[in-house]
């Protein structure tokens, strides 16, 4: 049985569709993401999944219960760690967690116990007693984080934990994620960053304009949709461009830049740089920013 099992979900906001038909589901133990662009309708899906936006229409069943039938018993399961800061501005650190302890009735004494086990967890420690006012993006994430495994959830949910963070903050926030998938917890996350998918997620799905366009191994779906490895090569001219149409080469045409998506190893780039140049051609692998341009396209959203 799937810990969370999403049927053709939808949502929609007067006369946009955010949500258009969305289904996959998550298995325990696992780390699932939910790519996409901004507006993509990552946060709606999310929202939908514990009750905080109604739905439209679709089946949504969490631990084998149905969403309308089970929220209360789903939301006492679950950990949710939102996109914007939401913690208690009048609290400290230490507070915010025991007073969200309290909305799970968490008797105090091990309200405390939980709250300096995860400020320990977080390296938060010499923190607890600070107000929020003062704390940096960073150590608000961390404290977010900690808040939603304040019940001992079996599923957290997770929407863009380290969207404007500085790298040392989503470094450390990796690592604490991948402890906690070590110790068996189920995770859904949204993400548009593509290292942070390809470090955490076991199984992903793409999605834009409210649908999915790809589900799988971000590994798997890079080699069978990208290829093995991509050759950026700066300034084209004719000789070059002529080369690769005699090669029969997949190239994307960025104008100044050309993208050249090759099945196997280096061969082509060998025999690229021996006969026609070297200077501004790099070789590198494959990767899921690759297949999520591919796939969304390269204009800038909102
Ligand atoms: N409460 C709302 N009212 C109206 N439109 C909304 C609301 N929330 C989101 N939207 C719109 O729905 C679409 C999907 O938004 P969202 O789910 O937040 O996407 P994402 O999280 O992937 O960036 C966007 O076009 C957004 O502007
Ligand atoms: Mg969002």
Not at 60 to 81: A, T, W
Request: aromatic letters at 6%; hydrophobic letters at 40%.
């Amino acid at each position: 049985m799937p810990i969370l099992k999403v049927e053709s979900l939808r949502k929609n906001y007067g006369t946009l569709t955010a949500v258009d038909g969305i289904s996959f589901d998550v298995q325990s133990g696992e780390c699932f993401g939910l790519l996409g662009p901004n507006g993509a309708g990552k946060t709606s899906t999310i929202r939908m999944l514990y009750g905080y936006t109604p739905r439209d229409s679709g089946l949504l069943e969490v631990f084998g219960l149905d969403i309308d039938k089970g929220l209360r018993e789903i939301k006492r399961r679950i950990g949710i760690c939102q996109q914007e800061d939401s913690l208690d501005p009048d609290l400290s650190v230490r507070d915010n967690l025991i007073g969200y302890a309290r909305y799970f009735a968490i008797p105090k004494p091990e309200a405390e116990r939980r709250a300096d086990e995860l400020l320990g967890f977080f390296a938060l420690q010499n923190r607890a007693k600070d107000k929020i006012m003062v704390l940096s993006g960073g150590l608000k994430r961390r404290l977010m984080l900690a808040r939603a495994l304040v019940n001992q959830p079996e599923l957290l949910i997770l929407d863009e934990p380290t969207t404007g963070l500085d790298p040392q903050s989503r470094q450390l926030l990796w690592e604490k994620l991948a402890e906690l998938k070590k110790q068996g917890l189920t995770i859904l996350l949204t993400t548009h960053y593509m290292e942070e998918a390809e470090r955490l997620c076991d199984r992903l799905v793409i999605v834009d304009h409210g649908r999915i366009l790809v589900e799988g191994k971000p590994a798997a779906l890079v080699q069978e949709r990208v290829g093995h490895s991509v050759l950026e090569i700066a300034d084209p001219d004719q000789p070059l461009r002529d080369f690769l149409a005699r090669e029969k080469c997949r190239v994307e045409d960025l104008g100044s830049r050309l993208l050249v998506y090759l099945d196997h190893g280096d061969e082509l780039f060998l025999k690229l740089t021996r006969e026609v140049r070297a200077e501004g051609c790099m070789l590198r692998p494959a990767g899921l920013e690759d297949l999520f341009l591919n796939l969304t396209g390269r204009e800038l959203r909102e």
